[in-house]
């Protein structure tokens, strides 16, 4: 088995990369030299903004746009990333896959629509499955994927059904995953956050403060969850010598619900 990732460069493609848990999963990452690959999928000047946040860090990083939503792009969105990796790195091979990029949808059973339910599940679950699968072929050997999930897939809240029940598909893929990419040294793990202050649902947890004190009143470490918390984690999931985790669910949560 070809272990290509202790001798090259090692590369993260970050989807959602621009904002949120995925930007501060890149900062943690360029920060131990790792180079990004990072996508947005509207707001460009976001994703221009971070990478030259990155950049000013001394890390090589480069922002592609991504639909997860629109699967026929992906082997289009495939072939950007080869290019991408052969102009910057001169390399054929991603080291790491964060699967990251999604939304929030608010809405009860009885408020949730079949398009609401559908954009969820093309974004999170069949955009995760089938941009895998693209991306497969550019993932080193021994190479490692995250997964992220939710806090929500193993508590319940209110508003949260169709969205959740994504996430619990993202794990039970994680496992499927890792059993098949196994065969060649790549491992699958989920992380699943808790509630976590970024602009994800509109920002609720951080700029409501009723839902902020909720939060924080539910979770042992007694404060809601700081992107630093999820980006410092998933670093420490994906350093070199922390090879061995795989098809687990980490929840990085201060622990919520518990
Ligand atoms: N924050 C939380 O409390 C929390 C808790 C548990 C799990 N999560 C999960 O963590 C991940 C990141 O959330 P976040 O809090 O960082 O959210 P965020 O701050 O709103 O950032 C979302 C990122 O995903 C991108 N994105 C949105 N829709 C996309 C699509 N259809 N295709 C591709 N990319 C898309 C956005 O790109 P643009 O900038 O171009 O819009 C942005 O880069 C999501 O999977 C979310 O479900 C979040």
């Not at 959602?16 to 030299?33: F, I």
């Not at 319940?156 to 893929?173: C, D, I, R, T």
């Amino acid at each position: 088995m070809n272990h290509s990732t202790s001798t090259s460069p090692r590369i993260a493609l970050i989807t959602g990369g621009s904002r949120g848990l995925g930007k501060n999963t890149a900062l943690h990452l360029a920060r131990e030299g790792v180079g990004i690959i990072l996508t947005y999928v509207g707001n460009r000047a976001a994703a221009e903004a971070t990478v030259a946040e990155l950049q000013a860090l001394g890390s090589k990083a480069v922002a592609l746009q991504l639909d997860l939503a629109n699967s026929a792009s992906f082997p289009a969105f495939a072939q950007a990333v080869r290019t991408a990796l052969q102009e910057h790195w001169q390399s054929e091979r991603l080291t790491y896959l964060v699967n990251n990029g999604g939304m929030g949808m608010h809405a009860t059973i009885e408020e949730t629509t079949e398009a609401v339910f559908d954009e969820l599940f093309n974004v999170h679950l069949k955009g995760m499955f089938f941009l895998t699968q693209a991306l497969l072929p550019l993932l080193a050997d021994g190479g490692r994927i995250i997964n992220i999930s939710s806090g929500l897939a193993r508590f319940s809240l209110p508003g949260y059904a169709a969205y959740a029940a994504m996430k619990g598909g993202v794990e039970v893929m994680t496992r499927y995953m890792a059993k098949e990419f196994g065969a060649r040294g790549i491992s699958v793990n989920t992380v699943a956050p808790g509630a976590i202050e970024t602009d994800f649902g509109g920002g609720r947890v951080r700029d409501n403060a009723q839902l902020n004190a909720f939060v924080a009143s539910q979770t042992a470490l007694g404060r809601a969850g700081l992107p630093d918390d999820i980006g410092a984690a998933i670093a420490s999931l994906l350093r070199p010598d922390n090879g061995w985790i795989n098809a687990q669910r980490v929840e990085v949560s201060g622990g919520m619900f518990i």
